[in-house]
Nanobody, 111 residues
Framework: VRLAESGGGLVEPGGSLRLSCAAS????????MAWLRQAPGKGLEWLST???????AYAASVKGRSIISRDNTNNMLYLQLNSLKTEDTAMYYC??????RGQGTQVTVSS
């Protein structure tokens, strides 16, 4: 199982980012996938899940300003983050639900 996140970076408050996660080594299209994050000094926070039927769920902290999506043809998972706030600064991880997560991609929101 391999999960490789990308797309993080430095963005100003109010900006947007699209995170990507390349998956391999397992049946991606048959797996529920999730995004999580961990801010400095804080615990791991679940953000969003997309199920195999396309249904989605979001944490209150990102609901309404994020969109999770998947491309089963290319084994890719995405998270569009909009209206970013300084408190969104964290390491972002993708995860096959119930299994290990990737190495993460850093998102820093700062002016």
């Amino acid at each position: 199982v391999r999960l490789a996140e990308s797309g993080g970076g430095l963005v100003e408050p109010g900006g947007s980012l699209r995170l990507s996660c390349a998956a391999s080594g397992f049946a991606f299209s048959s797996s529920a996938m999730a995004w999580l994050r961990q801010a400095p000094g804080k615990g791991l926070e679940w953000l969003s899940t997309i199920y195999t039927n396309g249904n989605t769920a979001y944490a209150a902290s990102v609901k309404g300003r994020s969109i999770i999506s998947r491309d089963n043809t290319n084994n890719m998972l995405y998270l569009q983050l909009n209206s970013l706030k300084t408190e969104d600064t964290a390491m972002y991880y993708c995860q096959r639900v119930g299994a290990a997560r990737g190495q993460g991609t850093q998102v820093t929101v700062s002016s």
